[in-house]
C-alpha cells in the first residue's frame, strides 16, 4: 500500500500537507482543561508527542476522569468526617453553604496539585 504525500508551496519551499488521524470526539471537562493549558505552557514535548502520537485526547479524558472521582469522593469524605451533614443543611442553611464551599476549596486545591499541574 503506498501513502502519496502531497505539498504545498510556500515561498521557495514545498511544505509536505501533514494530517493528524481523525481523533474521536470525547468531551473534556474543566479538569482535562486545565491539564491541557498546563501541558501547552509547562510541558510543550510532552504535549507535542501526545498530541503527534494521537494519544492527547484519551489521556486528557483520563485525567478529567479520575480527577473528578477523586474531587466528589474526598468532598463526601470531609463532609462526613467535618459533621456536615443533610441534617445541618435543614437546621442551618447558611453554616452548611460556608462548610460546603470550604471543603470544595480545599479539594480544589488538592485535586489541582496532586493530578492537574503535575
Given at each position: ?37 498546563h ?16 494519544k492527547l485526547?484519551?489521556?486528557?479524558a ?45 479539594v ?11
Amino acid at each position: 500500500m503506498s501513502t502519496k504525500i502531497t505539498y504545498t508551496q510556500q515561498g521557495d519551499y514545498l511544505i509536505p500537507d501533514l494530517r493528524l488521524p481523525e481523533q474521536p470526539k470525547v468531551e473534556i471537562g474543566i479538569w482535562g482543561k486545565r491539564h491541557l493549558r498546563h501541558l501547552k505552557n509547562h510541558h510543550p514535548i510532552i504535549y507535542t508527542n501526545l498530541l503527534t502520537s494521537c494519544k492527547l485526547t484519551a489521556y486528557l479524558a483520563d485525567i478529567d476522569k479520575q480527577a473528578e472521582d477523586m474531587f466528589f469522593r474526598l468532598v463526601k469524605q470531609l463532609a462526613e468526617k467535618e459533621g456536615v451533614t443533610e441534617q445541618l443543611k435543614a437546621d442551618n442553611q447558611m453554616l452548611w453553604v460556608c462548610k460546603m464551599n470550604n471543603i470544595r476549596n480545599r479539594v480544589n486545591e488538592i485535586v489541582n496539585t496532586e493530578l492537574v499541574y503535575i
